[in-house]
């Protein structure tokens, strides 16, 4: 956290300054992102793989997507009125809930220096909590209620045929000892994404490539579009000791063209692999099966999913990592452009400070459904995510 920056703020004049804690603010919203590993691939536009969206209140919103055109359009003399395209536009219904937390400072009389100090203390450790909810809500996000998935295998194959699954649930249940995460896994999931298959081998939609950065090629200016494979450490330490990941590693560039991206332990066929870390009480992560349901549904948003799968439901004997691929619209994020910071020292008989932040939000994954009235291959499906199970070992 920038503590130098509250430096350059008059913390002392809060009372009479409203534009303190409003400066405050920018600072937490700043730092909040500094370390984040979502940040590289948050932004407004539909090329992010999370979009965010600014609202001001706690209605239900609702974003908007447009699906891309598929008709065949006409041809010589043919009027336009023969063969009218549809214009598909999805969207899907989130709702804004206000997060927040405090902190009181000891029963203490405190001098100007005194409650400077606090107050800074106070915005680190605020600045913490809020980056720490907001990125366990991007977690539990991507691991609920998966509509396509990649099992890996431990044998030749590299990864399971769960065609006859019913769910994506049972599909990762079949995971077993040994079957850890690997370069054909992870090619499989990147194939999937580009030819529009789900895991029961049937057709489905591609999903859209994520803008990861632009850079130079003899003064010309490129866009680098790829989709993003994330991993928790089990899995990232399993793919670096795949034969074919130190090969491939070897004759490849890394992170030249992806240098935006924190965490890159490598690329594959395009697409930038990241390691995410594992979700502990200290740290944010990706969850794994023996991540208990409990802590998963404190960390969800209920109401801006129809489903609820908890980590248990992934797991049958065998404890299971879950990474991803995920393309552009992955997750959407609607609320505040900022949190909101309060200092207040009318607190038992003026002895006591409490300082506190809160933040609009609704983070849910993409899962639009249609409104032109005709069964479309995005309903009731994750927009831009695969779930890349694999053994927890």
Same mark, same amino acid.
């Given at each position: 956290?920038?503590?130098?920056?509250?430096?350059?703020?008059?913390?002392?004049?809060?009372?009479?300054?409203?534009?303190?804690?409003?400066?405050?603010?920018?600072?937490?919203?700043?730092?909040?992102?500094?370390?984040?590993?979502?940040?590289?691939?948050?932004?407004?536009?539909?090329?992010?793989?999370?979009?965010?969206?600014?609202?001001?209140?706690?209605?239900?919103?609702?974003?908007?997507?447009?699906?891309?055109?598929?008709?065949?359009?006409?041809?010589?003399?043919?009027?336009?009125?023969?063969?009218?395209?549809?214009?598909?536009?999805?969207?899907?219904?989130?709702?804004?809930?206000?997060?927040?937390?405090?902190?009181?400072?000891?029963?203490?009389?405190?001098?100007?220096?005194?409650?400077?100090?606090?107050?800074?203390?106070?915005?680190?450790?605020?600045?913490?909590?809020?980056?720490?909810?907001?990125?366990?809500?991007?977690? $539990?996000? %991507?691991?609920?209620?998966?509509?396509?998935?990649? =099992?890996? !295998?431990? @044998?030749?194959?590299?990864?399971?045929? *769960?065609?006859?699954?019913?769910?994506?649930?049972?599909?990762?249940?079949?995971?077993?000892?040994?079957?850890?995460?690997?370069?054909?896994?992870?090619?499989?999931?990147?194939?999937?994404?580009?030819?529009?298959?789900?895991?029961?081998?049937?057709?489905?939609?591609?999903?859209?490539?994520?803008?990861?950065?632009?850079?130079?090629?003899?003064?010309?200016?490129?866009?680098?579009?790829?989709?993003?494979?994330?991993?928790?450490?089990?899995?990232?330490?399993?793919?670096?000791?795949?034969?074919?990941?130190?090969?491939?590693?070897?004759?490849?560039?890394?992170?030249?063209?992806?240098?935006?991206? $924190?965490? %890159?332990?490598?690329?594959?066929?395009?697409?930038? =692999?990241? !390691?995410? @870390?594992?979700?502990?009480?200290?740290? *944010?992560?990706?969850?794994?099966?023996?991540?208990?349901?409990?802590?998963?549904?404190?960390?969800?948003?209920?109401?801006?999913?129809?489903?609820?799968?908890?980590?248990?439901?992934?797991?049958?004997?065998?404890?299971?990592?879950?990474?991803?691929?995920?393309?552009?619209?992955?997750?959407?994020?609607?609320?505040?452009?900022?949190?909101?910071?309060?200092?207040?020292?009318?607190?038992?008989?003026?002895?006591?400070?409490?300082?506190?932040?809160?933040?609009?939000?609704?983070?849910?994954?993409?899962?639009?459904?249609?409104?032109?009235?005709?069964?479309?291959?995005?309903?009731?499906?994750?927009?831009?995510?695969?779930?890349?199970?694999?053994?927890?070992?």
């Amino acid at each position: 956290m920038p503590l130098n920056e509250l430096n350059q703020i008059n913390i002392a004049s809060w009372a009479e300054n409203p534009n303190v804690s409003t400066e405050i603010s920018r600072v937490i919203e700043k730092a909040s992102w500094a370390k984040s590993p979502f940040t590289a691939f948050t932004g407004r536009g539909q090329d992010r793989g999370i979009r965010t969206y600014q609202v001001k209140d706690s209605q239900p919103y609702r974003p908007r997507l447009k699906a891309q055109l598929t008709g065949d359009g006409v041809k010589g003399n043919a009027d336009f009125d023969t063969n009218f395209d549809n214009l598909e536009i999805l969207s899907q219904t989130i709702y804004p809930q206000v997060i927040g937390n405090s902190l009181k400072s000891p029963i203490k009389q405190y001098s100007k220096i005194e409650m400077i100090d606090f107050v800074k203390e106070s915005v680190d450790s605020l600045t913490d909590w809020i980056a720490d909810k907001r990125d366990r809500f991007f977690s $539990t996000a %991507l691991l609920n209620d998966l509509s396509n998935i990649v =099992v890996c !295998d431990g @044998g030749g194959e590299g990864f399971k045929d *769960v065609s006859s699954e019913e769910n994506t649930q049972n599909a990762s249940k079949k995971i077993a000892k040994g079957d850890v995460c690997n370069v054909k896994a992870l090619r499989r999931a990147i194939f999937m994404a580009r030819s529009g298959l789900n895991y029961k081998n049937k057709d489905a939609f591609p999903i859209k490539p994520i803008r990861s950065t632009s850079h130079s090629v003899g003064g010309i200016s490129v866009e680098n579009h790829s989709y993003i494979i994330l991993l928790d450490t089990y899995q990232a330490n399993q793919l670096k000791n795949d034969p074919d990941w130190i090969t491939m590693q070897k004759i490849g560039i890394r992170g030249e063209k992806n240098n935006l991206f $924190t965490g %890159l332990i490598g690329i594959i066929d395009e697409c930038p =692999v990241i !390691d995410m @870390g594992v979700w502990t009480r200290l740290q *944010v992560g990706l969850i794994n099966s023996e991540i208990s349901d409990s802590e998963f549904k404190a960390h969800i948003d209920a109401q801006n999913f129809s489903k609820l799968t908890p980590p248990s439901s992934y797991a049958d004997n065998q404890p299971v990592s879950m990474g991803y691929l995920i393309g552009a619209s992955a997750l959407v994020m609607a609320g505040s452009d900022s949190v909101s910071f309060y200092i207040d020292e009318a607190q038992d008989a003026g002895r006591k400070i409490i300082c506190g932040c809160d933040r609009l939000m609704a983070i849910s994954k993409a899962r639009f459904e249609s409104n032109e009235g005709f069964l479309s291959p995005y309903s009731n499906t994750d927009f831009a995510v695969i779930g890349i199970a694999s053994s927890k070992e």
